[in-house]
């Protein structure tokens, strides 16, 4: 089933913060009814996802950053370079979701 919501993510890369798809004009109860209904998920807190996301992505931001580089342009199938190595860009202010402050 094809909703705006679904829409909207899809559009984002199947990812996005919670943020974002408010400010797109979703509300908190209607993206909370699609993760109660299982139509999409939430990774971590402040993202959510659809089956589609791709895992190097929620991984990204489970640990609280994003993904750069060679497995950025990966992930959007512009370039799959020869690298084996997971680029991520984590801001040392940021902790990984799960970690006790």
Do not use: E, Y
Not at 55 to 64: E, I, K, M, Y
């Amino acid at each position: 089933m094809d909703t705006p919501l679904l829409t909207d993510l899809t559009r984002l890369g199947n990812l996005a913060p919670t943020r974002r798809l408010v400010d797109l004009g979703h509300s908190r109860s209607g993206i909370q009814r699609a993760l109660a209904s299982g139509t999409v998920l939430r990774p971590c807190r402040g993202w959510i996802a659809t089956a589609q996301a791709s895992q190097l992505a929620v991984t990204a931001v489970v640990r609280g950053g994003k993904l750069t580089s060679a497995t950025a342009l990966s992930s959007m199938q512009a370039w799959d370079g020869m690298s084996d190595f997971v680029h991520v860009n984590v801001s040392p202010h940021r902790r990984p979701a799960g970690t006790p402050p």
